[in-house]
């Protein structure tokens, strides 16, 4: 079992910098791939962006490359999900969600994560 806890979630404006951090306990941290999803109220729960155990693959949804990073520390057992140049649209409950995964694959689809944290609100004002 892996128990994940977001953090870092807020009010921002349009063009704001946000850190999401996800602190996961219970397993051996550096065997789980982990992702980022969101959802806003009415909709499915989307993709944002996935890393290998590692660190060393990262995966991200076309509607946020370029303006988010996901990074990794395995010492700290903890996923970071930097966010950038944020839109009124990126506004949703982001999730972290784990995956035990030994190699290298990076898992994108909702259903391929086991493990989920409770969410974190994040609300960009234009």
């Known amino acids: 079992q892996v128990q994940l806890v977001e953090s870092g979630g807020g009010l921002v404006q349009a063009g704001g910098s946000l850190r999401l951090s996800c602190a996961a306990s219970?397993?051996?941290?550096?065997?789980?791939?982990m992702g980022w999803f969101r959802q806003v109220p009415g909709k499915e729960r989307e993709y944002v962006a996935a890393?290998?155990?590692?660190?060393?693959?990262?995966s991200y949804a076309d509607s946020v490359k370029g303006r988010f990073t996901i990074s990794r520390d395995n010492a700290k057992n903890t996923v970071y999900l930097q966010m950038n140049s944020l839109k009124p649209e990126d506004t949703a409950v982001y999730y972290c969600?784990?995956?035990?995964?030994?190699?290298?694959?990076?898992?994108?689809?909702?259903?391929?994560?086991?493990?989920w944290g409770q969410g974190t609100q994040v609300t960009v004002s234009s």
């Open positions: 969600a784990g995956r035990y995964q030994p190699s290298v694959y990076v898992p994108v689809r909702r259903l391929e994560y086991a493990y």
């Open positions: 219970g397993r051996t941290f550096s065997n789980y791939a």
């Open positions: 890393i290998s155990r590692s660190g060393g693959s990262t």
